[in-house]
Structure formats: structure tokens, C-alpha cells
């Protein structure tokens, strides 16, 4: 039953969506077609496929850890644009630009400041039990306009038109993609590792166990002496580590400088993905590949047959919508009460 | 007569076992019923569904020979049929009457309603004041007020489900003189119970279900204990064992001058409690809940520390400041009075809830869980304890309470702990399963264990336990020997009303216990 929820999320996403379609004045079935099988008929579009879901699922996997804890990391986003920032930093000012330290260096980098960002709301949880929804949520703004003031002010490439936008980084800090006529480079890589690092430590490892029991049964930790705040550091730790490797490869990957516009939302998206995925580390394999797919489409249509760009946010959420609609009711049941005399 | 209550053949499933099958029973006017059996064999789910609250999968029910077609529990209600359940669904915050008020019709002024109350308390001998606040009021109180709750609707059928489980002996006795009166004008009572004692005192007629099925009626008063709990148990009960006990020189468990306030409003400050346990016996702790037995209870197990670290001390190291998992490592071992959520994690298999205490047990290896290990180790306790589950793969929720206590008593026991805390070790659990769970606890103390039993079971506590230690408003009685106590003195002392406590008490809260 938990499994079949997202499919018949999926499913029901479809129908809403073929509804708006129709609504728009498109034929529902050559706009879906459009929406998601077009963009995976090319080797551009697989490769896209693939460089879209990478930071997703990264990303997924990493907060599905805290959220197995009933740690609930919202400012993925915000950590994802520290560990760009910080592995920007590293990538353009570092002395020597041909090093071959220097991409382990901006890996690093970014991790460290996705997880120094998490751990804000991890101290202020762990030591003053503020509610890390709000923290978390409200630092992605804090890194927002981070970045947007150094891409506006310090960072600003001089010879850049004024655009706010930093240098483009040098050859030794990009990550080389696997053939220049696509974009899809080795952060792929790092990506699976993630998963099955995060598949061993959530059903395999004790500390993972440790984390499942805080999330389902409090009291249970409590009384077998596992430490909430352990709980706590460990599930944002994760969260912000992956969202700021995932920071990490898109400055270094596809874009190659520091913009405003370095992530599309991948870190409010990867929440989706990961219940999608059922906080499973395979099942977030697929839900990533999913969101990827209605960015791709999105855009798709956004250009084929200039539907409005807001469809993809729209589709995230009916989504989201229908998957804990879909919960709700498997774990409910709606009865008619008639009111009493 | 035409009977007040009649079932024909009721059956009712679910997933996997039979809960009733093809139960009839008929109940007549001004009768006092019971339906005893162990738990799990169905009496419950008869309850529910003679109230409406579930629905049999065939059979009729007629009331006062008319047959009920649709059944729900507003139709039980306008019938005049009502229950107290076990667990009190009263809102803790606000008063009785206004606790009342939700669940009568037409209770729009508070103040007639109070007058009501207080002229049916004080006829059926259960005085309560309608303005208190339910937090305020002891277990017994409370159920005065589900029970007048319940006859502010003028009922022809009560149904009490296991109501003296929370009881003093005293306030048992209360209620069943209320309980009488009440029959004698005409109401007929359904009184669930696993107790026999308490049937053969009250009850003019029993049915007695096992494995979902009616194995017998009887006269209660006419019969022997022994032959209703044959009928209940279906095979010869097991005796207990006790030997006398043998005290380790040193004590395992020191606890002196120990003293907190209670963290949630509702709870219960202790006041300067010192007591040991010793190696090779039991000791027990009686009194009526909330009166500190969770706070010290967690104080013991260490999910709530002390700063004073010689407060408490296990096997002579200062341990008070030890977190669960550090007391553990001295040799503690505990079995919590909430199953589900402390003592197992509710959707998580059995062999995962194995894990939760027994992770030093060869169950975790560098770092990784040993799912085979864990899977044997829960094996290993299904097998031991005969906990009714598809083995270590079932959830914990999927388990009834009396099989998910043997497990956690299984896990707890398999931890062969120097120190072993249990509280309320069979609420819950069937006759032979606490039979089986208790032999357990007295056999671990013999090997040299010390076992602290926390229970509000006086029966149980004089069965297994070589001293005795009660609970009164946080304070903490002398040790008494049971070999030289009885009943009476401990329930005195249950109540505050023994000669040190009686000033302090005597007025207050448990004046209307006695």
C-alpha cells in the first residue's frame, strides 16, 4: 500500500494535468506526449534526463535521512546555495588554478558549508528546541540574498557586462563532462555513491536504526537511551552536506559560475522527491527521475507549444497534493456520520 | 421474562483469527452478568460490538425482544444501553460537569446539570463534586464520573469493562455496592473481568469465552475458582514456585533521599524516597497510579537523570546522572508499563524491536545490524515466551498487548541483567501467560537478579513479592515483609491513611477513596 501510494499519485497527476491542458486549449494526449515522452527521444534529452535528477536525488537522499528521524529539513535550497558558494570561492580564488587538488578541495568546500549552514538549525534545535522547519526555511532566504549580494557587489565579473555573475570558473575547478556535446559530466557519480551510502546506512547501519527509532517512537529512543539530539545533528548534517555537494556540482558542472539562478528549486523539489521515494533510497531513484522529468517537460512544452513555465511548479505540487491525499487515505477511512437527534 | 439483552450467534472475524464465533448469551432485567475470559479470547470485541461500536459479520442481537438491525452506538444509546470502558475518555483540563455535558443531550445549563449529579452521586453512594477538574480527581473519581456519566442517561444495560484494574481494594468495594443497588432497581450490568474473585463476589450469572467461543456459563457463587478457571484457561493452571528468597549481602539497587518535582502539571512530586534491592529477591511497589510511580520509574531507568548522582546507586556505582543506555551497561534491564511507543517501536518488526535494548547482544557488529542475529534473538524470545506472532517478521503493532508484553519481558529477561525494573509485568496479559511471566520473574530473582515490580496488582504483588514497598503521593512506605503484612495494612497505606500520613492526607484528595 505504501508503495502503490506514489503511482497512484502519479497517476491521478496525469489526469489533473491532462484536465489543464484541455483547459488550456491543447490536446491533452499530444501535450502529455510532449510533456513526457519528447524530451527522452533525444541523447541531449536523456543526458539532461540524468543531469536533472542527479542534484535530486542527492539532495533527497540526504534529507530522507533526517526525515526517517522526524527531522524535518525545508532549507535544502539554502545549503545548496552555500556549498556553491563556498566551492565557487574556492574554485576561482585558489592560488593555483591548475591543481589537481583543486576539485576534491571545492567537493569539500561545499559539504562543509552546506553542513555548517544545517547546523545552525541543528544547534538551535538540539540546544533550544526552536522548530528547525522555521530555521531551515528561513536561512534559504538568508542564502539567497548571500548570494545575490555577491554576485551584485564583491564576487562581480568585471568584464561581465554588468550581468550578476562571477567569472567563469577555470578549466581545473569544472567537472569535465563525459562528451562536449552534452552536458551530463561525472556528478553522477557522486550521486550514486550517495544512494547506496544512504541505503546502507538507513537499513543496514545501527546509527541509521538509531535515527528510524526517534522518527517512528520518541519515547522508544528515550527509554533505550539513544540521544534525540543525535538525531537531530545527524539528520540536518546530511541534509546540508548532500544539498551542498549538489551546490557544489551544479556551479562546477552545467553552469560553471556563480548566478542567482544556480539552482531551479532543486532543493524544495528533492522534499518531493523524497517522500515520493518513500524515504527509500531506490525508491528515490525513481521519484528523482520523475521530477526531472516534469522540469524537462516543463520547459519542453514551455517552448513547443508556449504553455506557461508556472506548469512545472503546478505539477510538483498536484503532485505532492495527491501523494499525501493518497497516504491520508490508506491510513484513514471516510465515513458519513449522521448528525444525532 | 423476555431477556433485557439477547445475542444468537454472533460471529465476528478479523484478518487472521476469529473473534467471536457463534456466541449467544441473553442477560436478564436487574441481572449482574459477567463475561470472564483471558485476553485475546474475545470479550472485548463482543463489547464493541454489543454497543454498536463494531459490527458482527452475522448473528442478531434483540433488546428487550426487539431485534437492533442497524446497530451503532447512538442507537445503543437511545436503547439505554451504555459502557464504561477501561480507559476513561474524560478531558483532563476542565470540570466534571462540563465533561458530562459534551456527551449528554440537551445539557445546555450547567447548573441543573450539576444538581443532577450531585443528587445521583449521592443516591448510588459515589460522592463527587460536579465543579472539580478532572485532573484534580484520583483513577477512582474518574471512573465515578464515566459510570454517573453513563446512569445520567437512566441505562437498562451497563457494560463495565474490566473497571477495578485501576482500583483500591476500598474503592472496589464502593463500587460494587453501587453496582448493586443499581441492579436491584432494575438495571442489568455486564461486568467484564478476568478476575474471579471479583465475579464470584458480584456476579449472579457468567459466561465464559476462550478462543473467541462460549466454554461455559455458570453460577459464579455456586462454583469453585478453580472450575471457572478451567473453563477460562481450557488446560490445568500452572502453579507458582516461590522459594525463599536468598539477599545478595550488598544491594543492587540504593536509592536514598531521592526527591523531585514532577515535570508535567498532572504529575506527582517525590518526596525523600530511600529504599534498597538487594540481589535474589523482589520487591514490589504497590499504590494507586499517579502517585509517582512513573516519575520514579523513570528516574530509575534513567530516562529522566538527577543531578544529585549518589542519589541513586546501581550495584554501588552513583548512577543517577546515567543516561538509559549508560545504567544499562551496569547491568539494567527494564520493561516499561507503555508498550507500544516505549517498550517497542510500533511499526517496526519484532526483530528490529529486539534490537532496541539487546544492541550490545551480539545483534550489531561494526556498526551494521546483523539481521540474522536480531532475527534469532526474536526468534529465541517468540519461542520461549510463546508470544502469538508470525514470527520476527510481524510488527509490534500488529501484536495484541498481552503477546507484545511477553516479548518485551522476553527481550528484557534474555539481557540476564543484574538489575531488573518492571512495571505492571502482566496488565493485560492472559492467566497462563502471567502465570508463565511471573514463575519468570521469580526464577530470574533466585538466579541472583534483582527485580523491582512495580504494580498496581495487589494480588500479584503478594504472590511473587518478598518485601513490599508502597507508594503514596511520592513518598515511599517502610519496607514490609509480605510473610508480615496483609492486604489491608498495604491498601491502608495505598490511601494515605496509615498513622504518619493521615493528617497530611486524610483531608485531602483521598478522603473520598475509603
Not at chain 1, 100 to 116: E, H, I, Q, S, T
Not at chain 1, 297 to 323: C, D, K, N, Y
Not at chain 2, 17 to 32: H, L, T
Not at chain 2, 352 to 381: C, M, P, W
Request: aromatic share 8%; proline share 5%; glycine share 10%.
Amino acid at each position: 500500500m505504501r508503495v502503490g501510494a506514489p503511482v497512484v499519485a502519479t497517476v491521478l497527476t496525469l489526469i489533473v494535468g491532462s484536465i489543464f491542458f484541455a483547459a488550456l486549449g491543447h490536446d491533452p494526449l499530444a501535450t502529455l506526449h510532449a510533456f513526457f515522452v519528447a524530451p527522452l527521444n533525444s541523447m541531449n534529452g536523456l543526458s539532461e534526463w540524468l543531469l536533472k535528477a542527479s542534484p535530486l536525488i542527492l539532495i533527497a537522499c540526504g534529507l530522507a535521512v533526517g526525515f526517517r528521524a522526524n527531522v524535518w529539513n525545508i532549507g535544502a535550497e539554502g545549503q545548496l546555495i552555500i556549498g556553491a558558494i563556498a566551492a565557487s570561492g574556492v574554485g576561482l580564488f585558489w592560488p593555483d588554478p591548475e591543481s589537481m587538488l583543486l576539485l576534491p578541495l571545492m567537493f569539500l568546500a561545499g559539504m562543509a558549508a552546506g553542513m555548517a549552514w544545517a547546523a545552525i538549525p541543528a544547534f538551535l534545535r538540539a540546544r533550544m528546541n526552536t522548530n528547525e522547519i522555521l530555521v531551515t526555511l528561513m536561512l534559504t532566504y538568508v542564502a539567497t540574498l548571500l548570494l545575490s549580494w555577491l554576485v551584485h557587489g564583491p564576487w562581480r565579473d568585471p568584464a561581465g557586462f554588468n550581468y550578476p555573475q562571477t567569472a567563469l570558473l577555470p578549466v581545473g575547478a569544472m567537472l569535465e563532462p563525459f562528451d562536449y556535446s552534452y552536458r551530463l559530466n561525472p556528478s553522477v557519480f557522486i550521486t550514486m555513491v550517495a544512494v547506496v551510502a544512504m541505503w546502507l546506512f538507513t537499513d543496514r547501519s545501527f546509527l541509521g536504526y538509531k535515527m528510524s527509532v526517534s522518527g517512528a517512537a520518541p519515547l522508544a529512543a528515550r527509554y533505550a537511551g539513544f540521544r534525540e539530539s543525535a538525531a537531530v545533528w545527524i539528520g540536518l548534517l546530511a541534509g546540508g552536506a548532500a544539498a551542498g555537494v549538489a551546490g557544489m556540482a551544479e556551479a562546477a558542472g552545467p553552469l560553471g559560475q556563480l548566478s542567482p539562478q544556480i539552482s531551479p528549486g532543486y532543493g524544495f523539489a528533492a522534499i518531493i522527491v523524497a517522500f515520493v521515494g518513500r524515504l527509500n533510497a531506490f525508491g528515490i531513484v525513481l521519484g528523482g527521475l520523475l521530477m526531472s522529468l516534469l522540469f524537462l517537460g516543463g520547459e519542453g512544452v514551455q517552448m513547443t507549444l508556449g504553455l506557461p513555465s508556472a506548469l512545472t511548479r503546478i505539477f510538483q505540487g498536484v503532485l505532492l497534493f495527491f501523494l499525501l491525499a493518497a497516504d491520508f487515505f490508506i491510513f484513514y477511512r471516510l465515513r458519513r456520520v449522521r448528525e444525532k437527534a | 421474562m423476555i431477556p433485557r439483552l439477547e445475542l444468537r450467534n454472533i460471529c465476528k472475524r478479523y484478518p487472521g483469527v476469529v473473534a467471536n464465533d457463534d456466541i449467544s448469551m441473553s442477560i436478564q432485567p436487574g441481572e449482574i452478568h459477567a463475561v470472564l475470559g483471558e485476553n485475546g479470547a474475545g470479550k472485548s470485541t463482543l463489547m464493541k460490538i454489543i454497543y454498536g461500536a463494531a459490527q458482527a459479520d452475522s448473528g442478531e442481537i434483540y433488546c428487550d425482544g426487539n431485534l437492533i438491525e442497524a446497530h451503532n452506538p447512538a442507537v445503543s444509546r437511545a436503547l439505554g444501553i451504555e459502557m464504561v470502558y477501561q480507559h476513561f475518555a474524560l478531558f483532563e483540563s476542565v470540570s466534571v460537569v462540563e465533561n458530562i455535558a459534551l456527551c449528554v443531550r440537551n445539557a445546555s445549563d450547567l447548573e441543573s446539570l450539576a444538581a443532577r449529579i450531585g443528587e445521583l452521586s449521592e443516591r448510588y453512594g459515589m460522592p463527587i463534586d460536579p465543579h472539580r477538574r478532572v485532573h484534580d480527581l484520583s483513577v477512582g473519581e474518574r471512573q465515578r464520573v464515566e459510570i454517573i456519566r453513563c446512569l445520567l442517561q437512566a441505562p437498562k444495560l451497563l457494560i463495565l469493562d474490566e473497571p477495578t484494574s485501576v482500583l483500591t481494594p476500598q474503592a472496589v468495594v464502593k463500587l460494587f455496592e453501587t453496582l448493586r443497588q443499581l441492579a436491584a432497581e432494575g438495571c442489568s450490568i455486564l461486568y467484564i473481568s478476568h478476575k474471579l474473585d471479583e465475579v464470584q463476589e458480584l456476579c449472579d450469572f457468567a459466561t465464559v469465552l476462550r478462543n473467541g467461543k462460549v466454554t461455559g456459563t455458570a453460577r459464579p457463587k455456586e462454583t469453585t475458582s478453580l472450575e471457572l478457571a478451567r473453563m477460562m484457561v481450557g488446560s490445568k493452571l500452572p502453579e507458582m514456585h516461590v522459594s525463599p528468597p536468598l539477599p545478595s549481602e550488598k544491594p543492587v539497587l540504593e536509592v536514598r533521599g531521592l526527591s523531585v518535582t514532577a515535570r508535567s502539571p498532572f504529575g506527582t512530586d517525590l518526596k525523600d524516597v530511600s529504599f534498597n534491592v538487594h540481589g535474589g529477591e523482589i520487591v514490589g511497589l504497590a499504590g494507586v497510579s499517579g502517585n509517582g510511580q512513573a516519575e520514579l520509574v523513570a528516574l530509575l531507568s534513567g530516562e529522566r537523570t538527577h543531578d544529585r548522582n549518589d542519589a541513586i546507586r546501581i550495584c554501588g556505582t552513583a548512577a543517577a546522572r546515567l543516561g538509559p543506555d549508560e545504567r544499562r551497561k551496569l547491568g539494567v534491564a527494564f520493561v516499561p508499563e507503555e508498550r507500544l511507543g516505549r517498550g517497542a517501536v510500533p511499526p517496526h518488526t519484532l526483530w528490529e524491536n529486539a534490537v532496541l535494548t539487546a544492541h550490545r547482544f551480539g545483534t550489531v557488529r561494526n556498526g551494521l545490524v546483523d539481521r540474522q542475529k536480531a532475527g534469532a534473538f526474536a526468534k529465541s524470545i517468540i519461542d520461549k515466551f510463546k508470544v502469538k506472532a508470525n514470527g520476527p517478521q510481524s510488527t509490534a503493532q500488529s501484536l495484541s498487548g498481552g503477546n507484545l508484553q511477553k516479548f518485551i519481558v522476553g527481550r528484557e529477561i534474555a539481557l540476564q541483567p543484574k538489575l531488573l525494573l518492571v512495571a505492571q509485568p502482566t496488565w493485560g496479559v492472559d492467566v497462563g501467560a502471567s502465570a508463565f511471566i511471573r514463575q519468570t520473574l521469580v526464577d530470574m530473582s533466585r538466579a541472583g537478579a534483582a527485580v523491582l515490580v512495580v504494580s498496581e496488582e495487589l494480588d500479584e504483588l503478594f504472590e511473587i513479592c518478598d518485601r513490599l514497598l508502597v507508594i503514596c503521593q511520592g513518598r515511599v512506605s517502610a519496607p514490609l515483609v509480605r510473610t508480615a503484612t496483609d492486604r489491608e495494612e498495604v491498601g491502608l497505606l495505598m490511601t494515605g491513611l496509615n498513622g504518619n500520613n493521615a493528617i497530611a492526607s486524610g483531608s485531602g484528595e483521598f478522603a473520598l477513596e475509603d
